[in-house]
C-alpha cells in the first residue's frame, strides 16, 4: 500500500521530469555549487561522526534512527531556500527512483557480502514498523522532506509558500524531538498501545512551533499551533510508520486550516 501511494505521487510530477531542457538544467544546477559543495562536506563530517559516536557510546536505536532525520533536516533547509523548486524536485525524485532500484538490487542479490552488509546497516536504522523484505523508511523520510514542494507544484493541495518547510520541520525536528525527548526523559504514557509519551509529544510541538517561527521570521499563527498539535496528537496513536503519514497528514490539516 506504502509503495502504491508513493509512486502514484511522484507519476503525478513525472511529465515533468521528462520534458526538462537537461542542458539547461545542468546549468542552473551548477549555480549552486556552494549548495552543492556544502551537501557533500556535510555528508561526509556527519556520517564519519555520527559513525565515531555509535561506536564509542552505547546508543538506543530509536535515537540512532533520528539522527537520520536531523541530516535530512541539515541538507533539504538550506535545499528549499536557496534553489529554485523544480531542480530539488527533480533532484529528489531522481533520488527517490534510485533509492527504489538499490532496495530491489539489495533484496534480489541479498545473498552477496556487501548485499549482506548493506541490509545489516538498514535494518539497525529503519522503523520497526518496516517491512525488512523491502524496506521503505529511508525511502518515505526523503519523500517526506519534499512532498510540502511535490504537492505545491502538483496542486495536489493548496499550500501558501511559507509552508513549503512545514513537512520537513515535523519529521527533521518534531519527530526527532518526541522520540529523543520521550526516550530520555518520558514518564507520562498516554498513547497505547504505544511508548511514546506526553512529553515526548509536547516536545515536539514546542520545537516546530519555534522551528518555523525562525524559519519564517515571525511567530506562528494560532491555525498553524492547531496543526502542530493535531500532528502529534496523532503521531502519538499511529502505529503506521511516521515518514510517510505525518507529512501527508501535515500538508492535508494545512490545507483545511488555510
Not at 555520527?50 to 533536516?73: D, G, M, Q, S, W
Not at 535494518?123 to 504537492?151: E, M
Request: a positive charge; proline letters at 2%; glycine letters at 4%.
Amino acid at each position: 500500500m506504502y509503495a502504491i501511494f508513493l509512486i502514484m505521487i511522484l507519476k503525478v510530477h513525472i511529465n515533468q521530469l521528462f520534458n526538462f531542457d537537461y542542458i539547461t538544467l545542468i546549468k542552473r544546477l551548477f549555480n549552486h555549487y556552494a549548495l552543492i559543495i556544502y551537501w557533500t562536506v556535510l555528508l561526509i563530517v556527519l556520517l564519519y561522526s555520527f559513525e565515531f559516536f555509535e561506536r564509542k557510546f552505547n546508543t538506543a536505536r530509536i535515537i540512532k534512527r533520528k539522527f537520520f532525520h536531523v541530516l535530512a533536516l541539515v541538507i533539504y533547509l538550506p535545499g528549499i531556500k536557496f534553489m529554485e523548486s523544480d531542480i530539488l524536485l527533480f533532484i529528489s525524485a531522481a533520488m527517490i527512483y534510485l533509492f527504489i532500484l538499490v532496495e530491489k538490487i539489495r533484496n534480489k542479490f541479498s545473498q552477496f557480502y556487501y548485499m549482506k552488509k548493506l541490509t545489516e546497516y538498514l535494518i539497525n536504522n529503519i522503523d520497526g514498523r518496516d517491512d525488512q523484505n523491502f524496506l521503505l523508511t529511508h525511502i518515505f523520510l526523503l519523500f517526506g522532506c519534499f512532498s510540502s514542494l511535490l504537492y505545491k507544484e502538483t496542486n495536489i493541495f493548496s499550500l501558501d509558500d511559507k509552508f513549503k518547510y512545514n513537512s520537513l520541520i515535523v519529521l527533521g525536528v518534531g519527530d526527532s524531538l518526541a522520540s529523543v525527548v520521550g526516550t530520555k526523559f518520558g514518564r507520562t504514557r498516554i498513547y497505547p498501545p504505544t511508548k511514546k509519551t506526553l512529553e515526548g509529544t509536547i516536545a515536539a510541538v514546542l520545537g516546530c512551533c519555534i522551528f518555523s517561527s525562525l524559519i519564517n521570521w515571525q511567530l506562528i499563527d494560532v491555525k498553524e499551533f492547531i496543526c502542530f498539535i493535531i500532528i502529534f496528537l496523532y503521531e502519538g496513536f499511529t502505529l503506521e510508520i511516521d515518514n510517510l503519514v505525518l507529512p501527508i497528514f501535515t500538508n492535508k490539516i494545512l490545507s483545511i486550516l488555510y
